[in-house]
């Protein structure tokens, strides 16, 4: 059973920085990529960072490279989403995912955290 917990959002002003967390349990880290989509209102969910489960490997959405990293912490559990120079488009519920099959789905998902950048 694979479960996802996100931490971490909130609230910031345009330029602030937030840093999302994702605690997994299961067994995933060493057989999954793994990453962060986000979904806006009105808007699809669509992917904006993942690793690849060897570490080797990220991928970004065009929209937030140079401002969004992600890592993890096999030891620990967790992945992470720093995001530095937020926008007001940046606004929406962020999710952590593992299993990633697209840019669009995942096969597990977290609860989900919101993620609010006011101008």
Known sequence: ??????????????????RLSCAASGRIFGQYDVGWFRQAPGKVRDLVA?????????YYADSVKGRFSISKDNAKNTVYLQMNSLKPEDTAVYYCAA??????TAGYW???TQVTVSS
């Open 1 to 18: 059973q694979v479960q996802l917990v996100e931490s971490g959002g909130g609230s910031v002003q345009a330029g602030g920085s937030l």
């Open 50 to 58: 993942a690793v690849r489960w060897s570490g080797t490997s990220t």
């Open 99 to 104: 299993n990633i099959l697209s840019t669009m």
């Open 110 to 112: 977290g609860q989900g």
